[in-house]
C-alpha cells in the first residue's frame, strides 16, 4: 500500500481482555518494529521483524506480549490479560532495511489502546 | 544494548531564534543517527538522518552534527518558525546479526511562539 496501516485507530478493552493489534506494512518493505508510546512519553521499542530472520523480541515487557509476522506482510502484536498499565499509542513501522543497512522508517497512525 | 539520552526534554524558542537538541549514545558500533518530528496527534515522521562516515549534514534549517570520539550527536533548527512546534526523537541503531532496531531518546518538546 502507499503507507503503514493500523487498525483499529482506537480500542477500548476491559482489563484482563486479550487484545490483537494490526500492522499491514508498505509492500517491499522486509523489516517492519512494534514501538509503544506512553501518553508523553518516547518511543519504546518491542520487537523487529527482518525477513525470515527469527525476530528480535528483546523489548517486549512481559510474556502477555506476543508478536507475529506472516513472511513480509501484515503482522500482528497480541497482548494477553491486558493490565491498565498497558494503556498506550501502539506505533508500527516499517523499512527497506536489513542487515548493514539504514534506512529510515515509516510508521502508520497508530492504535491507541486504553484499558479500563 | 544501546541507550540513548537526549536533551533538554522542553525547548521554548521566539520565532527567528535557532534551537539545539543534544543525545548521547551508549554503543559506540552504533552507525545510523535518523531524527523524527512528531506534530500533536500524529506519526513521527523522519526529518534528517546522518550516517557515521559523516560528521555534519544539513537541509535547508535543519543541520544535524555527529562526534563520533564522544558519542554525541545533535540537531540544530535555524530561523525556527511556529510550524516547527512539535515533539523531536532522536535514534541511534548498532549493526549486530540481522539488524537492529533503533532506540530512540525520550523526546524534546519544542514550542516556537512568535
Known amino acids: 500500500g502507499a503507507g503503514v496501516s493500523q487498525s483499529p485507530s482506537n480500542k477500548v478493552t476491559e482489563k484482563g481482555k486479550d487484545v490483537e493489534l494490526r500492522c499491514d506494512p508498505i509492500s517491499g518493505h522486509t523489516a517492519l518494529y512494534w514501538y509503544r508510546q506512553r501518553l508523553g512519553q518516547g518511543l519504546e521499542f518491542l520487537i523487529y521483524?527482518?525477513?525470515?530472520?527469527?525476530?528480535?523480541k528483546s523489548g517486549l515487557p512481559s510474556d502477555r506480549f506476543s508478536a507475529e509476522r506472516t513472511g513480509e506482510s501484515v503482522s500482528t502484536l497480541t497482548i494477553q490479560r491486558t493490565q491498565q498499565e498497558d494503556s498506550a499509542v501502539y506505533l508500527c513501522?516499517?523499512?527497506?532495511?536489513?542487515?548493514?543497512?539504514?534506512?529510515?522508517?515509516?510508521f502508520g497512525s497508530g492504535t491507541r489502546l486504553t484499558v479500563v | 544494548g544501546e541507550n540513548v539520552e537526549q536533551h533538554p526534554s522542553t525547548l521554548s524558542v521566539q520565532e527567528g531564534d535557532s534551537a539545539v537538541i543534544k543525545c548521547t549514545y551508549s554503543d559506540s558500533a552504533s552507525n545510523y543517527f535518523p531524527w523524527y518530528k512528531q506534530e500533536l496527534g500524529k506519526r513521527p515522521q523522519l526529518i534528517i538522518d546522518i550516517r557515521s562516515n559523516v560528521g555534519e549534514k544539513k537541509d535547508q534549517r535543519i543541520a544535524v552534527t555527529l562526534n563520533k570520539t564522544a558519542k554525541h550527536f545533535s540537531l540544530h533548527i535555524t530561523e525556527t518558525q511556529p510550524e516547527d512546534s512539535a515533539v523531536y526523537f532522536c535514534a541511534a541503531r548498532s549493526p549486530r546479526g540481522a539488524g537492529t532496531a533503533l532506540i530512540f531518546g525520550k523526546g524534546t518538546t519544542l514550542s516556537v511562539s512568535s
Open positions: 521483524f527482518q525477513g525470515n530472520s527469527a525476530p528480535d
Open positions: 513501522a516499517s523499512s527497506l532495511g536489513g542487515a548493514g543497512v539504514d534506512y529510515g522508517y515509516t
